[in-house]
């Protein structure tokens, strides 16, 4: 039986089993460490096309396809990327022969200065709370990775030359099944709605993989959560440091320690240690999402010892992260905002609540199969007009039938056109797809790219 393999990995055989982004960054950190490497990818040698030639020409036993039988249970160590899942047989099969199989974020952690580690997980808003929890670091100058999920492995921090003074890191459910020993020292726990049920068994299931966040918390350690889901709040009781509740209902009296809106734009933060209150005036961070973003944010800094004064320099300086409404420019009183990252219905429902009146709605693309109902319903009173855009635009013309105004424009470039004709000052133009891209973009980003570029060329 193979003993766990730690730190000391010279000569040892590991494995990495996927290699996409966070498989290879793994990959670069065992080769660092001296270990004897080996790679999985379920892609063919010509789908991996030059990739291939070049982890042979490092020295890794390279296996497209099918795993050869034997070769995980012969490992010392086997990683594994966020896309594979760890119930398969072969996995299975290896830990029963005493191999130990962890994620990359496990292995990079382990490599990793004693720092504050910041985790933020949950079905949505990760990406928007990591940047902006990042963000609160580096505008009170300390050196913060931010990643995980969102952009680099967490890999590159372990490779990187200069150490960092914090990691914030989002951890999407896959990576946290692959945590055994990680303590996030400020770990957040935003929402938990339906998701990934073609990976897990049930909610429930999806649920515990969430939790395993504050799996090595310890005393002195902070959870935060958010008090208007009790699902979230009762894995959050787990924790074996403090729970910090936040909520976006002015009042709340579910919230002791943590935050609650204050009504007024902002919210009041309150824990053992500190009081104070924050104003949202940075249009990055409009809606109730995103005043939940930042009350989480705000409080993860916070148990990381940035001050009050700190944080609030911090939101007001957030430039939002790209796609996610994000503001391209105002033109002769117009507002155009990009949230290509909208690619389901109950994405787009969280845009339309960012703006109560105006709106010239862009929407359609590759449908998911999901009712149109709720945006309808979420439409009325705010928004002018319906602008479709590819593939799904009939489906999206019969949702709306009979409630607004619906204009086929078929394209993105006729979409922006119809807009810049017939919206006036004060209307907003938001592109939230609730679809996928690929019926005439690569990725939300290309779709997104391509909006900012012709309102860009506005005049």
Known sequence: ?????????????????????????ALRLLEREGARLAALDNRTEA?????????????????????????????????????????????RD????????????????????????????GTNGKSTTTALTGALFQAAGRRAFVGGNLGLPLSEAALSSTPYDVHVVELSSFQLEGIRSVRVNAAALLNLTPDHLDRYPSHAAYGEAKARILLAQAQGDVAVANARDAAVTALASRTRGTRWLFSSQPGSGDVDEG???????????????????????NRALRGRHNLENAMAAALL????????????????????????????????????????????VDSTLVALAAFPANVWLIAGGKGKGASYAPMV??????????????QDAPVLAEAYAGVLPVHACGTLEGAVRFARENARAGDVVLLSPACASFDQFRSFEHRGDTFKALVGALR
């Open 259 to 281: 935050a609650v809106a204050d009504g007024e734009g902002g919210f009041l933060l309150r824990t053992a240690g500190a009081e104070g209150r924050f104003v949202l005036r």
């Open 47 to 91: 789908e991996l096309g030059p990739l291939a030639a070049e982890l042979r020409a490092r020295g890794v036993a390279l296996h497209p396809g099918p795993t050869p039988d034997g070769l995980l249970r012969e490992a010392d160590l086997v990683v594994v990327s966020p896309g594979v899942p760890l119930a398969l047989p072969e996995l």
């Open 94 to 121: 290896a830990e029963a022969a005493g191999v130990e199989v962890i994620g990359e974020v496990e292995l990079a952690s382990r490599f990793l200065p004693e720092v504050p580690f910041v985790g933020i997980t």
């Open 377 to 390: 319903d979420a439409s009325r009173g705010r928004v002018k007009a319906v602008l479709t855009v590819g």
């Open 301 to 344: 800094a916070h148990a990381s010892g940035l001050s009050l004064s700190d944080i609030q320099r911090g939101l007001d300086a957030y430039p939002g992260l790209p796609h996610r409404l994000e503001l391209v420019r105002e033109l002769e009183g117009v507002e155009w905002v990009n949230d290509s990252k909208a690619t389901n």
């Open 1 to 25: 039986m193979a003993a766990p393999v730690g730190q000391r990995l010279s000569g040892k055989r590991a494995v990495v089993f996927g290699l996409a982004k966070s498989g290879l960054s």
